[in-house]
């Protein structure tokens, strides 16, 4: 009898502790995990939210500044684009449509309104705040904020007033760029990715082209559109069919092509020396060559160009070569040619590039 008092009352103070260490987990585990809102993901300076019931519909107008001296309200964005008329849009992209606006304290900015049926415009939309909102460099475009109104979502970024670097080299034929010009925004761009790439938390851009570099008034290098960067220090992965769809397939390492589906720093490097072979030779990288009767690649055609030491006649037909050192012009070939090796292993890192581009003078 004794006995079975003792084993029931060991039970009973068992199964109490086992209740209480229960409790236990369940509220620490509650308190550890932060609730992914937008609210709790913001790095803002100052934000502003509104809330308006329109019969059962709640729509919440909420804006967010990453600069202390500015502030947005869709009030101010609808008034300084006329209600986001038609006259005031200076491009599109995937995510959605580019307006030109002045700010009522001056400042003129561009506003890419996204599409707000876009799933992957949402993605994309948290991955330039949290992104972007973060970094200061001078080879890093700007995002000044944003501003929210239920579906509608607005990036606020800074006006680079000679667009983009695609259109300088391809888009407008009475657009010309000097050599000079050209080394200084491949240094901006190959400074822009190093400081990317030498965060404590280093980002790979993942998407690295022409048109997601912007000039501002200096002819100075603004890299852009952060939709794809992720931070390479965790296992992030995405599917390479999204990558193959948005980063642009001729900029795309062979790695990729061949199934591979993490973000890594090399394949932002690749993709940096297709672009020095675009912005110097001013060739398409979407399109082949003619090379010896037979179509080529262009990483194809400068491998093998450089091979028969022909640099100087890789160089853009419409630059004046008067002036050019040709000593320089090789040199940067080369550094171009290690950037896009087939070998992932064996491309240089971006501060080594960098540090390699200093030596060509502008
Ligand atoms: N900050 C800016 N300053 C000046 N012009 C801009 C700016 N942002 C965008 N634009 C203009 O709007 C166009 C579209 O830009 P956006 O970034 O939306 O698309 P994209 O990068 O060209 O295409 P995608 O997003 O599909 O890769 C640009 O080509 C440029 O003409």
């Known amino acids: 009898m004794d006995y079975a008092f003792h084993v029931i009352a060991a039970a009973c103070v068992f199964f ?47 804006s967010a500044s990453f600069d202390p001296n500015l ?3 869709m009030t101010e964005l609808r008034e300084a684009t006329k209600d986001f008329s038609p006259e005031f849009i200076i491009g599109g992209g995937s995510f959605g449509t580019v307006y030109k606006a002045q700010l009522s304290n001056g400042v003129t900015v561009a506003i890419k309104r996204l599409n707000p049926d876009a799933f992957k415009g949402f993605r994309e939309f948290w991955a330039e705040m949290v992104t972007l909102g973060m970094l200061h460099h001078p080879n890093i475009a700007k995002i000044f904020g944003y501003c929210m109104s239920g579906s509608d979502r607005h990036l606020i970024y800074e006006f680079f007033q000679n667009g983009s670097l695609d259109r300088w080299l391809h888009l407008e034929p009475t657009l010309t760029l000097s050599w000079g010009t050209r080394i200084q925004i491949v ?4 400074n822009g990715l190093s400081f990317l790439h030498s965060l404590d938390k280093p980002i790979a851009h993942q998407n690295i082209k022409s048109r997601n570099v912007f000039l501002d008034f200096d002819f100075q290098a603004h890299i852009t559109d952060f939709g794809l960067a992720r931070g390479i220090d965790n296992s992030t992965s995405y ?30 490097v690749y993709s940096f020396g297709i672009l ?6 001013g060739k398409r990288p979407n399109l082949p060559t003619l090379l010896d009767g037979k179509e080529v690649g262009i990483v194809e055609w400068a491998r093998k160009m450089l091979a028969q030491d022909k640099h100087m006649q890789m160089v853009d037909t419409s630059l004046r070569k ?13 550094i171009a040619k290690m950037c896009a090796s087939e070998v992932r292993r064996e491309r240089p890192t971006m501060a080594m590039v960098f540090q390699l581009l200093i030596p060509i003078p502008t």
């Open 16 to 62: 109490f502790l086992l209740f209480l260490a229960g409790i236990i987990t369940f509220w620490l585990f509650r308190c550890r995990k932060p609730k992914i809102t937008p609210q709790t993901q913001k790095p803002v300076s100052t934000t502003t939210a509104t809330t308006t019931e329109l019969s059962s519909i709640k729509v919440v107008d909420q």
């Open 71 to 73: 502030e947005f309200s």
């Open 187 to 190: 240094k901006g761009v190959a």
């Open 239 to 268: 599917a390479s069919t999204q990558s193959a769809d948005t980063m642009g397939y001729c900029y795309m390492p062979p790695e990729y092509k061949e199934g591979l589906t993490s973000a890594t720093l090399e394949a932002d």
């Open 276 to 281: 020095m072979f675009e912005i110097t030779t």
């Open 322 to 334: 008067d002036g050019l050192i040709e000593a320089h012009v090789k040199e940067y070939f080369e």
